[in-house]
T-cell receptor, first 114, second 111 residues
């Protein structure tokens, strides 16, 4: 099946700093990428939908100025958590899809803000 | 009430047992996904189905659209099947990415 990678797999940062997470589709061109967040023992929640070359669409309650998404190419989307706070500590997962096909999930990035 | 309900929440089985995990949903859907999440967090998409039945190795997924119910079966279970299994639906009202996730079923298979 299609492969989606994320980098880094885990990151620890200090409160107030910014962290960038990359999501890459390795063997296909992804028309759309999605960013999810998962708190411990909770379900995944969609944060935003990202289409190449256009602005991301954020779900209600997700601050677009805090979670910056850049989808610069058909194989790369980045999520930047700006001015991170401990409450942003979570597991961030991306997925990618070609038009009409199923979603392929990345392995996730565990963010810990101290 | 959650729009996607899974049962059981936790399941412990002996190696070799036949396992069934259930998913019920209350919205109209265009597709249903079964996902596997390992302890490290990584997610693998097992199935995407909109009708009928799919089989891959020891895994079988079925869906009954009229009853709004899907099941994931694992035959001849093995300790490496231990993971959280998540049901997610794509509802008609959402974008493709707007999957609605169940809370997952934590499966432990003992040797």
């Amino acid at each position: 099946g299609a492969v989606v990678s994320q980098h880094p797999s885990w990151v620890i940062c200090k409160s107030g700093t910014s962290v960038k997470i990359e999501c890459r589709s390795l063997d296909f061109q992804a028309t759309t990428m999605f960013w999810y967040r998962q708190f411990p023992k909770q379900s995944l929640m969609l944060m935003a939908t990202s289409n190449e070359g256009s602005k991301a669409t954020y779900e209600q309650g997700v601050e677009k100025d805090k979670f910056l998404i850049n989808h610069a190419s058909l194989t790369l989307s980045t999520l930047t958590v700006t001015s991170a706070h401990p409450e942003d500590s979570s597991f961030y997962i991306c997925s990618a899809t070609r038009t009409g096909s199923e979603q392929y999930f990345g392995p996730g990035t565990r963010l810990t803000v101290t | 009430k959650n729009e996607v309900e899974q049962s059981p929440q936790n399941l412990t089985a002996q190696e070799g047992e036949f396992i069934t995990i259930n998913c019920s949903y209350s919205v109209g859907i265009s597709a249903l996904h079964w996902l596997q999440q390992h302890p490290g967090g990584g997610i693998v998409s097992l199935f995407m189905l909109s009708s009928g039945k799919k089989k891959h190795g020891r895994l079988i997924a079925t869906i009954n659209i009229q009853e709004k119910h899907s099941s994931l079966h694992i035959t001849a279970s093995h300790p490496r099947d231990s993971a959280v299994y998540i049901c997610a639906v794509r509802s008609f009202r959402g974008s493709q990415g707007n999957l609605i996730f169940g809370k997952g079923t934590k499966l432990s298979v003992k040797p």
